[in-house]
């Protein structure tokens, strides 16, 4: 099972809010797929030492203008040094004089490229995200894939376009999405034991899964730790939401359905379910990190149910898809799954928020 976070121009949200998603998803779910910041940043360190200086440097540049620290003023300059240098690389002719601002200037560029780089790994261990990097990879059974979601739709082929790639991450039924809390000051929601025909219109139906310390001063060998310990019970419960989601996608999310949806998912989960969070408190680093923070660091998972429709209300609410590629995901949905069709997603509360 696969979970999919997307958090590009999540402007609502804290960067640190989506490394907590990371955290939790990772140490729970077989594989997690994420884009936007801050996992650009993951995706940009991965990729550093695997292309060309030139793309290299360019990938820099677009991350520094993302960096207020760095200021607009310094990535121009940094980017029309660069320029220069490449002019006088490409010049058939040089002079003394060229050389000696081409030796110059490669020294700089190779300095430029070793302090960008440095700079980009102390960013990631100051987002609590340096345990993730030999997580990284499609291949090699790596559980942590990283990828860059277009700004724009310019340009892309149709299959790696901003909304065919958010259309596909939410119609894919062996994958979950997973939101911050922050659907909650938005959406209506109701707690899955309370979801029947009789209540009054919500936009989705919540149950509480389990509880995690928060796990930032972890390392990789402890993340794999953990993750084996999880895989017999969080691994099995959330190939039972991959069935479930399955056959919810034939009902329509609405309160005449809610005692089949409700019946359906206690019928899928209700074997597994209770062993999810026993499973955490017997992991004794996790549980000698729940006695020290007592609840007052962790995070909080949630499984909800709602309709594609409300899946695309919360992206546009959220921010995280513009109303011009909203136009674009309802007519790519609409070939594939009717929009008032039930889905299953994960979200995640963390305290302190």
Not at 9 to 31: P, T
Request: aromatic letters at 12%.
């Amino acid at each position: 099972m696969e979970i999919n976070i997307i958090s590009h121009d999540y402007s609502k949200i804290k960067h640190e809010h989506n490394v907590y998603m990371v955290w939790a998803a990772l140490l729970s779910i077989e594989r997690v797929n994420c884009c936007g910041l801050p996992m650009d940043l993951l995706y940009i360190v991965d990729a550093y030492d695997k292309v060309n200086e030139e793309t290299r440097f360019q990938m820099m540049a677009n991350w520094l203008k993302n960096d207020t620290a760095a200021g607009e003023k310094g990535v121009n300059n940094n980017a029309a040094t660069y320029k220069i240098i490449k002019q006088l690389r490409n010049k058939k002719h040089k002079n003394k004089t060229d050389i000696i601002n081409l030796v110059k200037g490669e020294k700089l560029i190779k300095g430029m490229c070793e302090i960008y780089k440095n700079d980009l790994l102390q960013k990631c261990d100051e987002w609590k995200m340096s345990a993730f990097l030999p997580l990284l990879g499609y291949e090699n059974s790596k559980p942590l894939y990283v990828f860059p979601l277009p700004d724009s739709d310019e340009g892309q082929k149709r299959q790696n376009t901003r909304f065919n790639i958010i259309s596909r991450t939410i119609t894919e039924t062996d994958t979950l999405i997973m939101f911050d809390n922050m659907i909650t000051d938005y959406f209506k929601s109701i707690e899955i034991e309370n979801a029947n025909d009789t209540v009054t219109k919500i936009d989705f139906i919540s149950d509480y899964l389990y509880q995690l310390p928060f796990t930032f001063d972890l390392g990789t060998e402890h993340i794999y730790m953990i993750r084996n310990q999880m895989s017999g019970t969080q691994w099995k419960y959330f190939s039972v939401l991959e069935k479930l989601n399955k056959e919810l996608v034939e009902i329509n999310f609405a309160k005449e359905n809610f005692n089949i949806i409700t019946e359906k998912y206690t019928t899928h989960t209700s074997a597994v379910k209770p062993l999810l969070q026993k499973t955490i408190d017997d992991i004794e680093i996790l549980s000698e990190l729940s006695d020290a923070q007592k609840d007052n660091f962790s995070y909080k998972v949630y499984a909800g149910i709602t309709s594609f429709e409300n899946i695309i209300k919360m992206y546009r609410a959220l921010e995280m898809i513009t109303q011009e590629h909203e136009l674009y995901i309802r007519e790519d949905l609409s070939q594939k799954v009717s929009l008032n069709h039930s889905t299953v997603f994960l979200y995640l509360k963390s305290f302190p928020d």
